[in-house]
């Protein structure tokens, strides 16, 4: 079947505006977790949902980063007021039932977001 | 808080030469460690985790808990190792992810 999808590939957005990135998790997952990846570093955990709910919002930076989830499938990262340092790779990841229960998380290609 | 550090952010290897790609974490408890590996154009993938003691693609990692050392190992390597891997470590339900080694295999 389909491995975890990210939407749009590439994104170019002017600072100050906001954007929405897009996650199709591998169906049947429950969990599904939020990366950046800036250039030359390892991915940073930014939120992980169970379900419907946020289950560990502890890696957001700012109040700017939002996430949701309202049928516990797709998720939608949102950034407002974007800043030139939002500029990353965003990955997005899925899991049976999360990790921590033993399962292999699955990651997608990426969304590379660029902010000029 | 929980670090995985990955010293070297570069290394090359000679094809048919041994590789050993050091790992090395602060945890306060029973770490369960992993090593991931992205191809180029490809998307970050599991390669092995401490837990399961198996080998993949000729590749090995031992968890050494006073060294707290997770390096990953391979007796002969290949062209097609070329990657970017990355060691990572659980804390609770997430991953934390060192910032990554890219193998270079030479000719």
């Known amino acids: 079947g389909a491995g975890v999808s990210q939407t749009p590939s590439n994104k170019v957005t002017e600072k100050g505006k906001y954007v929405e990135l897009r996650c199709d998790p591998i169906?049947?997952?429950?969990?599904l977790y939020w990366y950046r990846q800036s250039l030359g570093q390892g991915p940073e955990f930014l939120i992980y949902?169970?379900?419907?709910?946020?289950?560990?919002d502890s890696g957001l930076p700012n109040d700017r980063f939002f996430a949701v989830r309202p049928e516990g499938s797709v998720s939608t990262l949102k950034i407002q007021r974007t800043e030139r340092g939002d500029s990353a790779v965003y990955l997005c990841a899925s899991s049976l039932i999360g990790v921590a229960g033993g399962t292999e998380a699955f990651f997608g290609q990426g969304t590379r977001l660029t902010v000029v | 808080a929980q670090r995985v550090t990955q010293p070297e952010k570069l290394l090359s290897v000679f094809k048919g030469a041994p590789v050993e790609l050091k790992c090395n974490y602060s945890?306060?408890?029973?770490?369960?460690l992993f090593w991931y590996v992205q191809y180029s154009r490809q998307r970050l993938q599991l390669l092995l985790r401490?837990?399961s003691r198996e080998s993949i693609k000729g590749f090995t990692a031992d968890l050494n808990k006073g060294e707290t050392s997770f390096h990953l190992k391979k007796p002969f390597a290949q062209e097609e190792d070329s990657a970017m891997y990355y060691c990572a470590l659980r804390e609770g339900d997430k991953i934390i992810f060192g910032k990554g080694t890219r193998l270079h295999i030479l000719p």
């Open positions: 949902f169970q379900g419907t709910g946020a289950a560990d």
């Open positions: 401490h837990i």
């Open positions: 945890y306060s408890g029973s770490p369960e």
């Open positions: 169906s049947g997952h429950t969990a």
